[in-house]
T-cell receptor, first 114, second 116 residues
Framework: QKEVEQDPGPLSVPEGAIVSLNCTYS??????FMWYRQYSRKGPELLMY????GNKEDGRFTAQVDKSSKYISLFIRDSQPSDSATYLC??????????????FGKGTLLTVNP | KAGVTQTPRYLIKTRGQQVTLSCSPI?????VSWYQQTPGQGLQFLFE???????NKGNFPGRFSGRQFSNSRSEMNVSTLELGDSALYLC???????????????FGEGSWLTVV
């Protein structure tokens, strides 16, 4: 079993739709959870960063972490064509330097159609 | 504030050669890590350096090595290149300040390596 599972998609939605992206994980030591957006031939761009369980909102983006279920989500409201990219979930441990070692999901390719 | 800078952006090497990639972290960031990204395996952790010391290492053969200098700049080296080493190599940095926000990790644009 891989440490982090993410549906690779592809996911295609119309402009304005609400997008839901998810990851599950198996390592209970993970404490920090991140979502990155990666455009084609570019480096990953940090979108959301959360510590432990709970919700975090930033503009059109909401990140949710449910540690009891080992499940994290990213919601994108009012999706735009410029949101078309690969979305990567990432997570890390808490201490001992392990918090600087990210384990990634494979990424979900999202296309928002005008 | 400048982001993470990686050089070169693109390079082509022949099997058996070696390659050195360079990374300048965000100013003030002391932790530098390296990742390999391929279509098949996704993003995989190579190693992480802090204050010139390797703190973490991923599951890659010894042909992959790195180092960090006193100014936090880092290099990674791959020796005896194989076709399967063709990938995007990403450098990332973090302030490692000890606060929760100090764990946020920022990536560069990457170095595209093609081995022929």
């Amino acid at each position: 079993q891989k440490e982090v599972e993410q549906d690779p998609g592809p996911l295609s939605v119309p402009e304005g739709a609400i997008v839901s992206l998810n990851c599950t994980y198996s390592n209970s030591a993970f404490q920090y959870f991140m979502w990155y957006r990666q455009y084609s031939r570019k480096g990953p761009e940090l979108l959301m960063y959360t510590y432990s369980s709970g919700n975090k909102e930033d503009g059109r983006f909401t990140a949710q972490v449910d540690k009891s279920s080992k499940y994290i989500s990213l919601f994108i409201r009012d999706s735009q064509p410029s949101d078309s990219a690969t979305y990567l979930c990432a997570m890390s441990g808490r201490s001992g330097g392990s918090n600087y070692k990210l384990t990634f999901g494979k990424g979900t390719l999202l296309t928002v159609n005008p | 504030k400048a982001g993470v800078t990686q050089t070169p952006r693109y390079l082509i090497k022949t099997r058996g050669q070696q390659v050195t990639l360079s990374c300048s972290p965000i100013s003030g960031h002391r932790s530098v890590s390296w990742y390999q990204q391929t279509p098949g395996q996704g993003l995989q952790f190579l190693f992480e350096y802090f204050s010139e010391t390797q703190r973490n290492k991923g599951n890659f053969p010894g042909r992959f090595s790195g180092r960090q200098f006193s100014n936090s700049r880092s290099e990674m080296n791959v020796s005896t290149l194989e076709l399967g080493d063709s990938a995007l190599y990403l450098c990332a940095s973090s302030s490692a300040s000890g606060s929760s926000s100090g764990n946020t990790i920022y990536f560069g644009e990457g170095s595209w390596l093609t081995v022929v």
